[in-house]
């Protein structure tokens, strides 16, 4: 493989594991997810125009973050006009905060994927249909033998159950 191939695919790999984390940090600076969306295009570009620039692979996280705020900026100058913009002292706060919090997000993220994988099979699907998108709790429900009041009370109890698990694995790995 050649070196622009490599470099490709070392980019691929690292957008690809922190993209999540980024799209998040760029819908909380702006005002819708199309808005979001628009910022990522831009922000995914810079990236990888200027990826050769990165001093090392560990540091890429920060140094998007700091892309997609540059991003964020410049299409928040653009549309300036609109009233639903932030000011520019106002979006630096929480930019700042939002990076901050990005971590302990990302952190609470894996610790409660972890939790989930723990579940048993049965368990797991029935808590990931509950909150799937469009999810119709009555269906969920009904699929998993109870009434909808038993099913919010099992949910409930799954829920307070997982919340004590990704407090355990954070605590275990000094983040809480």
């Known amino acids: 493989m050649d070196q622009a191939a490599d470099i490709h695919e070392q980019f691929l790999m690292l957008f690809a594991e922190h993209e999540t984390a980024i799209r998040a940090y760029v819908r909380r600076l702006v005002p819708t997810r199309h808005d979001a969306a628009d910022v990522m295009q831009s922000v995914v570009l810079v990236l990888w125009r200027k990826f050769r620039e990165l001093d090392h692979a560990d540091h890429f996280r920060k140094w998007a973050f700091g892309v997609a705020r540059l991003e964020t900026l410049a299409w928040l100058r653009d549309k300036a006009r609109d009233r639903l913009v932030l000011a520019d002292d106002v979006l630096q ?9 990005e971590e302990r ?3 609470q993220r894996e610790a409660l994927e972890s939790c989930l994988e723990k579940l048993p099979t049965e368990q ?5 249909a509950a909150y799937a998108p469009d999810a119709a709790i009555q269906e969920v429900a009904r699929q998993s033998g109870r009434t909808v009041a038993a099913f919010y009370q099992w949910l409930h109890r799954m829920r307070v159950r997982l919340l004590e698990c990704t407090r355990r694995t954070l605590q275990a790995e000094g983040l809480q």
């Open 105 to 107: 997000l990302s952190a």
């Open 124 to 128: 797991r699907t029935k808590i990931l």
């Open 93 to 101: 706060t929480v930019a700042r905060e939002s990076a901050r919090d």
